[in-house]
């Protein structure tokens, strides 16, 4: 095991240990199996793959999303909704995440941030990229949701509470507790107190954001905060927990050199450093309709657990599965499997690209070796993020 995979075993493994080894456990059921009292477990790429792209396996039901998350932002959050309903409020905000315009949120997030902190290694500084990181998504993010804030401090501080959400709302529970619902439900009223002000002072014109298009829907932001509240979650966390590891595997496998003499691998960067990492690890469905699909059965009724992180470690598809290797070619369908598939593919994917990509060039071609000074492994986390991840310039005088 290589330097880069044994701290993402160790991220895992102190995180949450119980569920590292159940994960890996149930990895060894191809393509998954039923579980009394849990649902159906999905292990392999191409069942996950057909699976969230058909209409009898839904986001709405028993054991679904909607039992996770509807008791803390209600019922109207894209996430636990399906069908015209789903249809019409994704169609409403989508423009907001196209391509073009998640490369000019992330360049106006990012302009001046990244400066400072490739200045700040020039300089012979230690650099917390966890914190540069919270900072570059929490501003993207806040600036496609049409979110204004005063201070710098207020992107850190949604990073913060998002996590707090999530960790409360783990999708390896059946479903939350009553005082889970209570405990989550103060950091997130918390993060929509920063969302509020900004609703209704939005203009119509450009750029998009989300809350101008929920605006001219006619909606109040009570109507909207379902929305609002899901896209600030899973906007922020997601990547936030999975840049700052994309960064680690590419210093300590040394693989940022070979990206230096070879620009063209970057979008390989994104895709294998997602692939290897998958922030969210599990996606939830319930079967609508008795189902045979890839040499399984599924009954109606019953929960489906998508264990995305362990079928993006299939050793058939993904030669290898545990290295961070940036020159592997993943097959199509696969690339963009940790955003999901069907009609819940995420929203933001081409914003967290975006993101990713512009963090990771900062980095490039500074004279010297980029190491890792220090990092700081997570605690009961639903998204494993590093909570710190300080690196260093050395070499600094040797000439670019």
């Known amino acids: 095991m290589d330097k880069a995979a044994w701290h993402e075993t160790a991220l895992h493994w102190h995180n949450r240990p119980l569920t590292a080894l159940l994960m890996k456990g149930i990895s060894l059921a191809h393509p998954g199996l039923h579980v009394p009292g849990v649902g159906y477990v999905v292990n392999d790429p191409e069942l996950a793959w057909q699976l969230l792209g058909n209409d009898a396996f839904r986001s709405t039901g028993s054991g679904s999303m909607e039992d996770v998350i509807t008791g803390v932002v209600g019922p109207d959050a894209l996430l636990n909704m399906h069908g015209p309903a789903h249809r019409e409020m994704r169609n409403r905000v989508m423009d907001v995440f196209s391509r073009r315009n998640a490369a000019e949120l992330v360049g106006c997030a990012g302009e001046g941030l990244l400066a400072e902190m490739r200045r700040a290694l020039l300089e012979g500084k230690t650099v917390d990229v966890v914190q540069y990181s919270h900072r570059l998504i929490g501003k993207a993010v806040s600036q496609a949701m049409g979110v204004r804030v005063e201070r710098e401090e207020t992107y850190e501080e949604m990073a913060s509470l998002a996590c707090s959400v999530t960790s409360m709302l783990g999708l390896d529970k059946l479903k939350p507790t009553r005082e889970d619902v209570e405990k989550a439900s103060i950091p997130y009223r918390k993060m929509l107190a920063l969302a509020q002000p900004s609703y209704g002072r939005v203009r119509e014109d ?51 050199a070979l990206l230096e003499t070879r620009r063209e691998l970057l979008p390989n960067v994104v895709v294998e450093g997602l692939r290897v990492v998958v922030p969210s690890h599990v996606i939830l469905r319930s079967v609508a309709e008795d189902i045979s699909l890839g040499g399984m059965s599924f009954k109606k009724g019953r929960r489906v657990l998508v264990l995305l992180y362990n079928a993006l470690k299939s050793a058939k598809h993904f030669p290898e599965p545990g290295r961070f290797k940036i020159e592997r070619e993943v097959e199509p369908r696969f690339k963009h499997l940790c955003f999901g598939a069907g009609s819940h593919f995420c929203l933001g994917f081409a914003l967290a690209h975006m993101e990713i990509s512009a963090f990771t060039e900062a980095l490039l071609d500074l004279p010297g070796v980029l ?30």
């Open 371 to 400: 190491h890792v000074s220090s990092r700081k492994y997570p605690r009961g986390m639903n998204f494993p993020a590093y909570t710190s991840l300080r690196i260093r310039l050395e070499d600094v005088g040797r000439p670019s």
């Open 206 to 256: 450009t750029p998009p954001s989300v809350m101008s298009r929920l605006q001219a829907a006619g909606l109040s932001f009570e109507e909207a905060s379902g929305v609002l509240g899901v896209v600030l979650l899973a906007g922020i966390e997601t990547v936030s927990a999975g840049l700052p590891r994309i960064v680690a595997m590419l210093v300590d496998s040394g693989q940022i």
